[in-house]
DNA sequence: TCATTATGTAAAATATATTTTACTTTTGGT
DNA sequence: ACCAAAAGTAAAATATATTTTACATAATGA
């Protein structure tokens, strides 16, 4: 899975820790999800999704080794 | 966060099994998540989303306390 | 240039998701 | 009524997500 967080947060001009703090997230875990570390729970997903006004197949998509 | 899992299931009349095995999951897992028992990864979402046409937030929504 | 901010990284601890195994109960068809 | 299939439930084991704490590195703006 890999997904357009770090486009997003760009396009809004927001750090990471803004958008911790507004999905109420640690910081490290929005870097982990930019990295692709590990994968979110959909709950954060959705969150995320609402936060851009996007879908969530619009920000986070699968990959064949999904 | 609830889901409408269950009716998805039974417009396209597909077991819980047989749902689990297109998704590659336990059918527990399926059974977990129509219960709520916890919150799916968006891997597991996606697919679900994928299988059934549709958009993850018309499958998954949010509740006031996620 | 330099101080501050933002991001990257790591590891241990903690929390949660998922699987496996097993059994019980319900459902639906004959 | 009977029975197989489907769904429900549980608990231990396993895997993964997330947090916390800490530090390093990169980027930014004055």
Chains 1, 2 share one sequence.
Do not use: C
């Not at 770090?6 to 999800?33: F, P």
């Not at 570390?37 to 999904?66: C, M, N, Q, R």
Request: overall charge positive; charged content about 30%.
């Amino acid at each position: 899975m890999k997904n357009t967080l770090k486009i997003e947060r760009a396009i809004k001009n927001i750090t990471q820790d803004e958008l911790a703090k507004i999905i109420g997230v640690s910081r490290q875990t929005i870097n982990a999800m930019e990295a692709n570390k590990y994968v979110p729970s959909t709950v954060l997903a959705l969150k995320i999704a609402k936060h851009f006004g996007k879908h969530v197949e619009d920000i986070f998509t699968l990959d064949a080794e999904d």
